[in-house]
């Protein structure tokens, strides 16, 4: 099975429109477009989550391209249960690993597992905060839930008197008193 992975952009837009990556946004705009409330956007703004590229000189906040791809990347993140504390310390953590990235939220491919936000860069995955590498080796996990199963149905066929295992008890959960326990010293 090929791992590698592919990125396919868009065709560039065959009008003579200004592109939208040159073009500023209004607050109004960009709560319409990101489905925020304006007052998360000012306490973003406020707090230094995400610092808006320009302001006009009545004080009026205008937000780039990169500042609403680093917003959407926000919203995405607290959708999927990071909290902001988690994020803001994401941010500072990437900003100390990596400052030559202006904007970790906008430049960096962040995707949340639990309250875990992973990076990916440069093919390699790692935990924002710690900077730890996630490294799991798919093929060796396939392996021991093979051998797994079939020790666990060599198990069942030795021993008549116990009860067939529905499928439904592999699944995680808390052990029953017919379960066997795992014998974690022959774990690698």
């Not at 703004?45 to 004080?59: D, E, F, W």
């Not at 730890?132 to 666990?152: C, G, H, L, M, N």
């Amino acid at each position: 099975m090929d791992s590698r992975l592919e990125v396919h952009h868009d065709p560039a837009p065959q009008n003579t429109a200004k592109p939208v990556a040159s073009e500023l946004f209004k607050s109004r705009e960009v709560v319409e477009l990101l489905d925020l409330s304006k007052r998360q956007l000012q306490y973003w703004a406020k707090t230094g989550l995400i610092v808006p590229s320009a302001r006009t000189p009545g004080g009026h906040h205008r937000y780039s391209f990169q500042d609403l791809v680093a917003l959407k990347a926000t919203k995405r993140l607290i959708d999927a249960g990071v909290s902001v504390q988690k994020i803001r310390r994401s941010v500072r953590a990437l900003q100390d690993l990596f400052p030559q990235v202006g904007c970790p939220l906008g430049e960096l491919v962040l995707v949340a597992t639990g309250d875990v936000v992973l990076v990916f860069r440069d093919g390699t995955v790692f935990e924002a905060v710690s900077g730890q590498e996630w490294i799991f080796p798919v093929a060796d996990f396939e392996r021991e839930v093979t051998a797994y199963r079939s020790k666990r149905s060599g198990v069942n066929r030795r021993d008549a008197s116990l009860p067939a295992t529905p499928a439904s008890a592999s699944k995680p959960g808390p052990r029953s008193a017919g379960q066997r326990e795992k014998d974690w010293s022959q774990t690698g």
